[in-house]
């Protein structure tokens, strides 16, 4: 009798010890994988597309990447289709596939884009002037803000005793 119940006793001997070994929370039916080992560090700074998959990719500013000098970023309107047609080419092919945009859409986009080089330029001006303006002592103005009545008020008093004398 001792020799039929020791395969069952060795069976829950060695599940026992199975259970003990194995780490809290660890699931026996999964092969461990390591998740990290693989992935990168998160980019400090955003690495441009090279092909605009939507109208967000055409305004993104990557500081990594500049469009070579015999790729053109083209817009054409197509009157068939009543769209405008945005992509990079070379020469008279696309690089990639062109982005389609509606009359509207196309208004808003140019819009932003004249609007942003506007700015841009202008800043670039006043850098660049920042340096070269002299100070003048007579160009100083103060905001007294509500004391500035009392002030003006108290230089005509005394221009009237300055008249007056």
Request: net charge positive; with cysteine; hydrophobic share 40%.
């Amino acid at each position: 009798m001792r020799r039929k119940r020791f395969p069952y006793i060795f069976v829950i001997l060695l599940s026992v010890t199975a259970i003990a070994v194995t780490p809290a929370g660890r699931n026996l039916s999964v092969v461990d994988k390591p998740e990290d080992a693989d992935t990168l560090p998160k980019a400090l700074w955003k690495i441009q597309k090279t092909a605009p998959v939507v109208v967000a990719d055409l305004d993104s500013s990557a500081l990594d990447l500049h469009f070579p000098e015999n790729i053109k970023q083209q817009v054409e309107y197509n009157d068939s289709l009543n769209v405008y047609i945005i992509g990079s080419k070379i020469g008279d092919s696309y690089l990639n596939t062109p982005i389609l945009m509606t009359p509207e859409e196309y208004l808003r986009w140019s819009e932003r884009k004249e609007r942003e080089r506007f700015f841009r330029q202008k800043d670039a001006e006043n850098v660049a002037n920042k340096g070269k303006e002299k100070f003048n002592f007579a160009d100083m103005h103060f905001d007294l803000g509500p004391a500035e009545r009392f002030s003006a008020l108290a230089v005509c008093v005394s221009r009237r005793k300055v008249r007056q004398s």
